[in-house]
Nanobody, 119 residues
Framework: QVHVAESGGGSVQAGGSLRLSCVAA?????MGWLRQVPGDDREAVAT???????FYSDSVKGRFTISKDNAKNTLFLQMDSLKPEDTAMYYC????????????????WGQGIQVTVSD
């Protein structure tokens, strides 16, 4: 079992920035950020593999940056040029499998953290 815990988030005006952090206690090969708005399916925002491969959804490409401190097993999501449509509950997820991308069936999940972007 890998415990995953997010921090950061909050409220910001459109055009602003926020940084999310996530610590995974245990071995992981893939970590990612997913988000969900009530009534919608969960969306993979960005993922990063230990071997360096990254994925970004088209909706955040060029505005969000995913990074990881492998020594501390800590994941970050730098969110710039935020838009109201980025408002969602953001989840950190981790897995120890051999694939890493938007369709990864992540085994471990954080509790979620709210990000709200106002006009």
């Amino acid at each position: 079992q890998v415990h995953v815990a997010e921090s950061g988030g909050g409220s910001v005006q459109a055009g602003g920035s926020l940084r999310l952090s996530c610590v995974a206690a245990g071995y992981t090969s893939c970590m990612g950020w997913l988000r969900q708005v009530p009534g919608d399916d969960r969306e993979a925002v960005a993922t990063i593999a230990n071997w360096g491969h990254t994925f970004y959804s088209d909706s955040v490409k060029g505005r969000f940056t995913i990074s990881k401190d492998n020594a501390k097993n800590t994941l970050f999501l730098q969110m710039d040029s935020l838009k109201p449509e980025d408002t969602a509950m953001y989840y950190c997820a981790a897995d120890a499998g051999r694939t890493c991308g938007p369709r990864t069936a992540f085994a471990y999940w954080g509790q979620g953290i709210q990000v709200t972007v106002s006009d």
